[in-house]
Each structure stands twice: as C-alpha cells, then as structure tokens.
C-alpha cells in the first residue's frame, strides 16, 4: 500500500514539475499562432503567414510571422499571455 500511495505521490510531482517548467518553443508557437490567428481575424485577413523565427527572450519568446504583405512579432510569455505587433512590407 505504502508503495502505492509512494508511487502516486511521485507522479504527481513529475507532473506538477513539468506543468511549472518554462515554456518549450513548440507550446509558444501554438500559442502565438493561436493569438495570430485571432489577431488577423479582428483586424485583416493576413494568411497565409509562416512562421520565420522563434527565439528566447528572458522568460519569455518572440515568435517572427511573414505573409504576402506583413510581417508579425508575437511575443509569447511563460503563463500564456501573449503580445502581437505588425509591420507593413516595404513595396
């Protein structure tokens, strides 16, 4: 029983510990692409875009979208929250 309830205990904190951990590049650009989207769809159609660069920042990422006429900034922090900036292309 002992080994039981020591096993789940330790589950548990695996689990907890990679909930808390920081933000892998894969789950920052599900979320920018998910804030992208929404940003698009309020604004102007912009796709369709594809991701240019990922890079991190501090605690938090800086996901680099282009299309045909802009190009987007989308920064992701590690609790989700996420920041979008566009440029208009030069031409």
């Known amino acids: 029983m002992n080994r039981v309830l020591s096993g ?7 689990m907890l510990g990679a909930c808390l951990g920081p933000m892998s590049q894969r789950e ?3 979320y920018a692409a998910r804030s992208l989207r929404d940003y ?3 604004t102007q159609p912009c796709q369709p ?3 240019v660069q990922a890079q991190r920042m501090g605690k938090s990422w800086l996901i680099d979208f282009e299309s ?3 190009k987007y900034g989308v920064l ?3 609790n989700g929250t996420t920041q979008v ?5 030069p031409g």
Do not use: E, G, N, P
């Open 68 to 70: 045909a006429t802009a």
């Open 40 to 42: 698009c769809s309020d």
């Open 8 to 14: 789940a205990a330790l589950f548990s904190c695996l």
């Open 85 to 89: 900036s566009a440029w208009k292309k």
């Open 76 to 78: 992701v922090h590690d």
């Open 49 to 51: 875009w594809r991701i």
């Open 28 to 30: 920052a650009q599900t």
